[in-house]
């Protein structure tokens, strides 16, 4: 039987792996600006080979392969069978924090207007 490894890393260090198609942590507890610096590093790159993430990488458009990062490529659900990308998990901590910043806040008193008869 096979065991399997857990490695330990920062999550920024993903990048490094060439080769990363399937990827998964706990990423409720990565912070939203870690996630964001390695979503910019990730737009910023210039990867050598996007064949090996985007079999139709060669008939995209100059401007489509202008904008091409493997961070819409990379699988991160743990069933490998289903498909949610690192792009797709960076969109919804974005959510959360939008509602975090824009939260109504909550009126500790109702406040009750009768109508005078």
């Given at each position: 039987m096979k065991k399997l490894h857990k490695i330990v890393l920062?999550?920024?260090d993903i990048v490094k792996f060439k080769k990363?198609?399937?990827?998964?942590?706990?990423?409720?507890?990565?912070?939203f600006?870690?996630?964001?610096?390695?979503?910019?590093?990730f737009q910023n790159?210039?990867?050598?080979?996007?064949?090996?993430?985007?079999?139709?990488?060669?008939?995209?458009?100059?401007e489509d392969k202008k904008n091409w990062s493997r961070f819409f490529h990379i699988n991160t659900v743990e069933q490998w069978g289903d498909w949610h990308?690192?792009?797709?998990?960076y969109e919804d901590k974005e959510k959360e924090e939008n509602k975090k910043k824009y939260k109504r806040p909550k009126h500790k008193k109702k406040i009750v207007i009768r109508k005078k008869k």
């Open positions: 920062n999550f920024k990363l198609k399937n990827f998964s942590c706990p990423f409720k507890q990565i912070s600006e870690e996630f964001r610096a390695v979503k910019l590093f790159e210039k990867y050598e080979d996007p064949t090996y993430y985007d079999e139709e990488y060669a008939y995209l458009e100059e990308s690192l792009a797709s998990v």
